[in-house]
């Protein structure tokens, strides 16, 4: 059984007299365990597409089947209990609580779970532990870099052991170098039994899902399985910027290697 | 999620802005303390205004004879005694309502000790009066029946009077001069401070009211030259007590029912009554004021509310991406709301203990602190901050998610 269904599903906005049609009878199916990036420019749909799987919008047409079961007519109650229970969040600008700690923020989900704080501070913990800020948990949001941040983002997103990861556009403010760090988590997660749907603009970013739709006018206009590349292979490619070159690359290369050097770092 | 967690959420948001949480509740603040301390000023003035009533006497009547009448002027209660010792008697033993019954003559008069004087009121009378005025001495005795049968030239004094003539010595057995008649001291009269109108209850003299008679005042034989005091035989009873008094009196001075009275009565009981009311009202305007400033400082917490739900609606749509649900943020922001106005009413109760304090201090105003109306005003607080709270609250809760989380 697919995980997402989506059957001629439509979205329909009215701005004043005018009608805007940013989703035109999509229909999709996307496997569990998949990790699909969905690319298009501003204006293709893209995000609508991403917010109805998303359960934070319903559409106007057509039948959204999660899981197997139909949530397109649930009410606002019943779809908060699904994005808290079968889907996990990471966005562009991370979105993480200010002045709270990295825990706090992780736990978030949990909270409104009601899982009991003591399994809560144990299930966020370790989220965090495979997100590799074991030793940041007691850090506040605001004393962290943007690659600590999105990291703290994809903990609270896996926290719950969801189905399904949505990520929109979760590597747009981050910088290349900490764009790989997040896909190689992204992979890792999809090794392991999570289905990530993924929005972006960078075909570089795009490269490392297995499957890439391209959306324009609200369809669908290209579906198609490529040979994911690998994000640990290209992390392992770069040396990190402050840190101890990692064993491999020749000696001789520059220890700060530049990351706009990169021949991935097409778009801005 | 578990109620304990909604506060504890609640509480770190708070926390997060403890700048702004504290402006938000100084309405709250201001408010809580300034009916704390308004209503214990008007309850201490209140209790003050029965403490001076009762001090006066319990269920006390006072008859004051009637009125002269020269060529059209008339005098005013009490320049012409109508009222006659058997009247006083008749009352003794004809109104039921009656417990005690005793005159009270008055005259200014100047009595010197050994080596200070000093001019004072002295009255004569019986012993009912101290009964009816439930006085007591606080040193030797009060006076006696005997006293009276005998035409004694004894006085009892006033703790003032003393202070003036002896200061610290105890003047018992002295001999002190009345208008230059020696009287011995036999009692000094406890303590009563103050009457409701300021005059000092201790300046004063009293000499049985047949030694009064032949020495202090002399002439009328028949007349009272002075006033009648009347204790009831309960607080209910006083009312009665009036009623009988006046039927007695006309019947005995042959009014017809055309006539006006020639004496009048003063019940201290409903003037007390009517003077509690006016503190009780006096109390009331003071807590409505104060109120006032109670419900400004709601409006307050709704407008702080409101903006923190407008700043804070991306934090609402991550909330609800990672699945609050309404619920979940109506009762956030509820519990936000009743957490600063309780916590504001608690901080304002403190204030208006320490202003009612303070007052007490500075300008001797009695003050009453109740815990009924703390509580109440706890309370209304709370509800103040639910009521006021509930509206950006359900705001917060109808954001859609996706507007919220797009916000900037």
């Known amino acids: 059984m697919p995980l997402i269904e989506l059957d001629q599903v439509s979205k329909v906005y009215r701005m004043g007299d005018v009608e805007v049609h940013a989703l035109r009878e999509v229909s999709l199916t996307v496997e569990e365990r998949d990790f699909v990036a969905v690319m298009g420019s501003s204006g293709s749909g893209k995000s609508t597409l991403m917010n109805i799987i998303g359960c934070l919008d319903r559409p106007t047409g057509g039948a959204y089947r999660l899981d197997g079961a139909e949530v397109s007519r649930l009410d606002r109650r019943q779809l908060a209990g699904v994005r808290n229970k079968t889907l996990g969040f990471v966005f562009q600008s991370f979105n993480l609580l200010s002045r709270t700690s990295a825990l706090e923020n992780v736990e978030l989900p949990l909270l409104y779970g009601g899982v009991p704080a003591r399994e809560r501070h144990r299930r966020a913990s370790e989220a965090l532990g495979r997100v590799g800020l074991a030793d940041r948990v007691h850090h506040r949001s605001n004393e962290m870099s943007g690659g600590q941040q999105q990291r703290v983002a994809v903990a609270r997103a896996l926290v719950t052991r969801p189905r399904l990861i949505l990520a929109d556009e979760p590597t747009g403010n981050l910088d290349s170098r900490t764009t790989v760090e997040i896909m190689v988590l992204f992979q890792e997660l999809a090794t392991a039994g999570i289905t990530i749907l993924l929005v972006t603009h960078e075909p570089d970013v795009a490269a490392y899902a297995s499957r890439v739709l391209v959306m324009r006018d609200g369809r669908v206009r290209t579906d198609e399985r490529q040979r994911a590349r690998r994000a640990v292979d290209d992390l392992a490619a770069t040396a990190p910027p402050d840190e101890e070159p990692p064993k491999g690359p020749p000696d001789d290369e520059p220890r700060k290697a530049p990351p706009a050097d990169e021949p991935r770092k097409a778009s801005a | ?408």
């Open chain 2, 1 to 408: 999620m578990i109620p304990l967690e909604t506060f504890r959420v609640a509480l770190r948001a708070l926390l997060r802005n403890k700048m702004r949480s504290f402006l938000t509740v100084l309405g709250i603040i201001i408010g809580v303390g300034a009916v704390i301390a308004m209503v214990a000023i008007g309850e201490g003035a209140k209790a003050q205004v029965e403490a001076s009533f009762a001090s006066m006497g319990s269920n006390l009547l006072i008859v004051l004879p009637g009125s002269t009448q020269s060529s059209g002027a008339r005098g005013g209660f009490g320049t012409m005694p109508t009222l006659t010792w058997d009247d006083l008697a008749a009352i003794r033993r004809e109104a039921p309502a009656v417990r005690y019954a005793a005159v009270q003559l008055r005259s200014n008069a100047q009595l010197m000790s050994d080596d200070q004087n000093w001019a004072t009121s002295v009255s004569g009378t019986s012993p009912e009066y101290f009964l009816i005025r439930s006085w007591k001495a606080a040193r030797g005795r009060s006076l006696l029946d005997s006293d009276v049968d005998a035409s004694a030239k004894v006085v009892v004094l006033g703790q003032t009077v003393v202070d003036k003539l002896y200061g610290a010595v105890d003047p018992i057995g002295q001999t002190v001069r009345i208008k230059n008649i020696p009287f011995e001291i036999v009692g000094v009269m406890e303590k009563k401070g103050q009457s409701p109108m300021g005059q000092d209850y201790d300046d004063c003299a009293f000499v049985p009211q047949s030694t009064f008679q032949s020495k202090i005042q002399g002439g009328l034989q028949k007349f009272i030259s002075g006033t009648i005091f009347i204790g009831a035989t309960s607080t209910d009873s006083t009312a009665r007590a009036e009623t009988q008094v006046t039927d007695l009196l006309r019947d005995r001075h042959h009014l017809d029912s055309a006539a006006d009275d020639d004496f009048s009565i003063r019940n201290l009981t409903e003037m007390a009554n009517a003077q509690a009311d006016g503190m009780r009202t006096l109390t009331t305007l003071l807590a409505s004021i104060a109120g006032v400033s109670l419900l400004v400082g709601g409006i307050g917490i709704m407008n702080i509310m409101l903006v923190s739900v407008t700043e804070r609606t991306r934090e609402i749509g991550v909330r609800m991406a990672v699945g609050a649900t309404p619920l979940n943020i109506l009762l956030q922001f509820l519990v936000e709301a009743l957490t600063l106005a309780v916590a504001g009413g608690l901080v304002g109760v403190a204030l208006g203990i320490f202003t009612a304090g303070r007052l007490a201090a500075k300008f001797g105003w009695p003050t009453l602190v109740r815990p009924d109306i703390v509580l109440i005003s706890v309370c209304f607080s709370g509800l103040v901050g639910v009521v006021f709270g509930l509206y950006p609250a359900r705001k917060a809760s109808q954001l859609d998610p996706i507007d919220a989380l797009r916000y900037e």
